[in-house]
């Protein structure tokens, strides 16, 4: 007779399957029957409790903010307005010395302007911290602003800056890629009205001289020839500044014959600056007004003092003489005074428009005329 367990096993089924040296905690040595014995129906999987007993909701992420504070943004802020300062300034430098000068004159308005719009956004972080962040970047952007017209006014202060940057240097590009004809003959007309003035006087002086001194009036008719030659050569022609202190020097020797020790003259001249370019016949009539209002009113006579001087890109010219104390204390400035400065100053803009700049007007017992023009 067959053994009954032999005869229960599912034909096919295979034995060597069953695990050998089941221990009793084995769930088959339990007596439980495995899945697939019996039942044909999958059990369902466990659910993993989350870690830390029971599930909780996913925390809320911060608002995100714009933080100046950290020094980590400070110093990119602070490196990144020194490149922009480098950039700039070498386009406008003549040689590496030159470069960095005016880049470190610059930084001296570049960067404290710098430094109050990381001061000014770091103090308001905790109210900006509530604000939406494209409210954030927009005060951000303001308060930059504002500080960089505060580091332009620091440059302005120093004389670096003539006119906004951005202005000039769009002024620039279209000066250069043309030229207007009613610019070229506006400029001829200025010029020529300066001509018959300037010849003028200067003839007279060297008249009221001829008789009385003859080596002087010799001497004075030499740089005479000079004027004459300059006054009339090509009036678009742009001239060094070092030319034309060498016209003004020949008119003040002129003078000087003419007046004698009522005109007292001193020269501050800047060899630097030398190069610069300014408009033919622009020096002399500055200091043939500072001559005709200054010293021919006084019987004392005046100071006459010339300054030239450059910055970093600009050069700085000063026209400076004393006045008559009764003559100018409360009166305005003589008839024809103005004309002369308001010429200088057309015929100036039309050469370099915004990039150079004129300022005249009394200071105490002194007329000052301070022109600022690239170098």
Known sequence: MRNPSILSTPPGSDRSAR??????????AAGAAPWGAGDTTMPAPLELPAAGGASSPAPARARPRFDACRIGVV???????EAAV??????????????????????GGALPGTLLWLVAICAVKKPMARWPLQVQYAVGATVGALAGLYGCGLLRLTGVMVAAPWLASGLTV?????????????????????RPHFLFNTLNSAIALVRE?????????EDLSELFRSALADPDESVTLGDEIALAQRYLAIEQIRFGERLRVRWAIDPAANDARLPK?????????????????????????IRTERRGSKVVIEV????????????????GHGIALANVRDRLRLLHDMQASFRAGVDQDHYRVRIDIPA
Do not use: C, Y
Request: hydrophobic share 45%; aromatic share 2%; net charge neutral.
């Open 174 to 194: 279209r000066a250069s890629g043309e030229t207007p004809a009613a610019t070229t003959a506006r400029l001829e007309e200025l010029q020529q009205r300066i």
């Open 320 to 335: 400076v003489n004393s006045l008559p104390p009764l003559l100018w204390a409360d009166q305005p400035l003589p008839r």
């Open 19 to 28: 695990p050998t040296g089941a221990t009793a905690s084995s769930p088959v």
């Open 86 to 107: 480098g950039l700039a300034t070498l386009f406008v430098s003549a040689s590496p010395a030159d470069w960095l000068t005016l880049a470190a004159t610059v930084t």
């Open 75 to 81: 110093l990119r802020t602070v490196l990144a307005v």
């Open 213 to 221: 001194e003859p080596a002087k009036a010799e001497a004075m008719l």
């Open 281 to 305: 016949l622009l020096l002399q009539p500055l200091v043939e007004n500072a001559v005709k209002h200054g010293v021919e009113p006084s019987p004392q006579g005046a100071k006459l003092r």
